[in-house]
């Protein structure tokens, strides 16, 4: 599989645990850009997943790193 393929399925990954946890479109309540990038990379998507980012409507964000 290449890379381009691994990124998607695990975007699809992500998007799933996402609504399935939060709703779609996913209600975060009070959490924070950095609050769901951490929650997203404990969960394990993917084995080599290092950093994620979170952003708020493009204006600003949080980048998570391991």
Known sequence: MNRE???FLCRED????LTECY???CHFGSMSCEMIAKEI???GF??????CEVWE???GGARIEL
């Open 14 to 17: 992500v998007s799933e645990y």
């Open 23 to 25: 709703g779609y479109p």
């Open 46 to 51: 993917e084995d080599n997943m290092v950093w």
């Open 5 to 7: 393929q691994e990124i």
């Open 41 to 43: 990379l404990e969960y």
């Open 57 to 59: 409507e493009n204006t």
